[in-house]
């Protein structure tokens, strides 16, 4: 079992920061990705950043450029620095974490940390 706990959410004015962390915990073989999606009030969740095993990272356009994914593999956490925030960052974000813990891979997901960009 997989269990991921997000942390750092919360109040900032627009040109803030923030940084969110998940950390995973429970019988974990390998982790091959871990991600940030958001969501906000009457969108759909959408991906917002991606860290692969291997380093390598990935983001929206909306984010790129202010967002960066990071990772500590021996403490399995993965972080989400968030620099020059706008109102349109504002939403629940929510960790994924594509693991094995036995054969074979399974996502697993937070349960969503607040964030909430406003003047």
């Known amino acids: 079992q997989v269990q991921l706990v997000e942390s750092g959410g919360g109040l900032v004015q627009p040109g803030g920061s923030l940084r969110l962390s998940c950390a995973a915990s429970?019988?974990?073989?390998?982790?091959?990705?871990m991600s940030w999606y958001r969501q906000a009030p009457g969108k759909q969740r959408e991906l917002v950043a991606t860290?692969?095993?291997?380093?390598?990272?990935d983001y929206a356009d909306s984010v790129k450029g202010r967002f960066t994914i990071s990772r500590d593999n021996d403490k399995n956490t993965v972080y989400l620095q968030m620099n020059s925030l706008k109102p349109e960052d504002t939403a629940v974000y929510y960790c994924?974490?594509?693991?094995?813990?036995?054969?074979?891979?399974?996502?697993?997901w937070g349960q969503g940390t607040q964030v909430t960009v406003s003047s």
């Open positions: 994924n974490v594509l693991a094995t813990t036995d054969l074979f891979p399974k996502s697993y």
């Open positions: 860290i692969v095993g291997g380093g390598s990272t």
């Open positions: 429970g019988s974990i073989k390998s982790i091959y990705h």
